[in-house]
């Protein structure tokens, strides 16, 4: 009876060792992969390299009132509460000079749907809708299929 009492209690002095071990390793994976890739937590992984926006490609659209892919380089182009560089090429006033497509009247209306005389505050940040176009694949396996119409 003692032996076996000895036995338990060095079985379960070694596991609580091990625990402690685990324990003295914070971070790490965990086991866990994320979109990142298995890097353990405290590593940097180095950053991907940007994606190309090629000017020629004019990527289809997928379903009826999306919002179309920016087919062009958007790099440095500020957005903030004091400019919106891309209003100087798509406003109604500059679009024709810029040879750019105007925003369409739905960015002018606002959520009580009336329609404004400049750009809709809900309009204004462009990027929350239109992203550049680039030859990403999917991170996550979609299945999304186009309506008809638009195939
Ligand atoms: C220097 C002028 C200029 C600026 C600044 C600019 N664009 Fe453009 N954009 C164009 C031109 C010109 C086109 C027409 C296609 C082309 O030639 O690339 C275009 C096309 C687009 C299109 C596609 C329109 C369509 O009908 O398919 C979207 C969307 C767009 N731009 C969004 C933006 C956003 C968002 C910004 C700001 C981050 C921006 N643009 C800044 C000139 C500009
Ligand atoms: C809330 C989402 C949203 C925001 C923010 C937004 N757009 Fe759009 N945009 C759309 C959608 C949806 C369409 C296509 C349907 C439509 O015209 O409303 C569109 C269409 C366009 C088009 C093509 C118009 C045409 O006649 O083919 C241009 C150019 C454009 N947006 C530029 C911009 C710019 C520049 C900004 C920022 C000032 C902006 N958008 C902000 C959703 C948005």
New binding site residues.
């Given amino acids: 009876m003692k032996k076996l009492l000895v036995a338990i209690l060095s079985v379960s002095a070694l596991l609580a060792s091990v625990v402690q071990a685990e324990s003295n390793n914070p971070g790490g994976i965990g086991g866990v992969e994320s979109l990142r890739g298995s890097s353990q937590l405290e590593e940097t992984r180095p950053a991907d390299a940007f994606k190309k926006y090629p000017?020629e490609q004019?990527l289809e659209s997928s379903y009826v009132y999306q919002?179309?892919?920016?087919?062009?380089n958007?790099r440095s182009?500020e957005?903030s509460l004091n400019a919106?560089?891309?209003l100087?090429?798509?406003s109604w006033k500059n679009a024709k000079e810029?040879?750019?497509?105007k925003i369409s009247v739905t960015h002018y209306v606002n959520r009580e749907d009336a329609v404004l005389a400049d750009v809709s505050p809900r309009r204004y940040f462009?990027?929350q809708c239109?992203v550049p176009q680039a030859n990403a694949q999917p991170l996550v396996d979609n299945k999304f299929k186009s309506v008809d119409a638009l195939k």
Wanted: include cysteine; hydrophobic fraction near 40%; charged fraction near 10%.
């Fill in positions: 000017r004019v919002p179309p892919l920016v087919p062009h958007i182009y957005v919106n560089k891309c100087a090429c798509h810029m040879g750019a497509t462009c990027l239109h």
